[in-house]
């Protein structure tokens, strides 16, 4: 089962807009990463967040941690069509099993 | 570096047919896994690795078999291909389990 949830499943935006994008998780954490995947390609990674952080800040990208709601969000300021991809986040948990958990991802479409 | 290199890019197997998918890193990362992709989904962990001579089965074990003989490399094999195994895999790295994972480009499996 997907440990990490994103939302929306979609997302179409004018090139200039900001795009957010949310994730929600079930179990308790180590830290939240956030992965970008063009089509076609591989993942990249974006940006770390560990669970006893709350913000979090790389170039265009914000990416917020709620951990007594379970979620966290990434913004993307001033999109550009080049954003146009797919973006996962990813768990590590705090117990258990050491491996990444992905969620389903949100698609989203930048606009020129 | 090359970073993480999968070979082969795209292959068609026949059900019950028997193949490996090769991975390798030159990064000296600890941690390797792979990861199977299915059309509109999140990735879902086949197996890792923490070291070589450990492994450990993932999220979605079943039907795959992995070795690490050493800290380069991480095969995939499949006993007996099946349609259901129809997917891209994707092999990652890192220095920990911490860390941010390095993604390879991926190898396209159809399985007729």
């Known amino acids: 089962s997907q440990q990490g949830e994103e939302d929306p499943q979609a997302l179409s935006i004018q090139e200039g807009e900001n795009a957010t994008m949310n994730c929600s998780y079930k179990t308790s954490i180590n830290n939240l990463q956030w992965y970008r995947q063009n089509s076609g390609r591989g993942l990249v990674h974006l940006i770390l967040?560990?669970?006893?952080?709350r913000e979090k800040h790389s170039g265009r990208l914000r990416v917020t941690l709620d951990t007594s709601k379970k979620s966290s969000s990434l913004l993307i300021t001033a999109s550009r069509a080049a954003d146009t991809a797919s973006y996962f986040c990813?768990?590590?948990?705090?117990?258990?099993?050491?491996?990444?958990?992905f969620g389903s991802g949100t698609r989203l479409q930048v606009q020129p | 570096n090359a970073g993480v290199t999968q070979t082969p890019k795209f292959q068609v197997l026949k059900t019950g047919q028997s193949m490996t998918l090769q991975c390798a890193q030159d990064m000296n990362h600890e941690y390797m896994s792979w990861y199977r992709q299915d059309p509109g989904m999140g990735l879902r962990l086949i197996h890792y690795?923490?070291?070589?001579?450990?492994?450990d089965q993932g999220e979605v074990p079943n039907g795959y078999n992995v070795s690490r003989s050493t800290t380069e490399d991480f095969p995939l094999r499949l006993l007996s291909a099946a349609p259901s195994q129809t997917s891209v895999y994707f092999c990652?790295?890192?220095?920990?389990?911490?860390?941010?994972?390095?993604f390879g480009p991926g190898t396209r499996l159809l399985v007729l």
């Open positions: 690795s923490v070291g070589a001579g450990i492994t």
């Open positions: 967040i560990r669970s006893n952080e």
């Open positions: 990652a790295s890192s220095q920990g389990i911490m860390g941010t994972q390095y």
């Open positions: 990813a768990t590590l948990p705090g117990t258990g099993r050491r491996a990444l958990t």
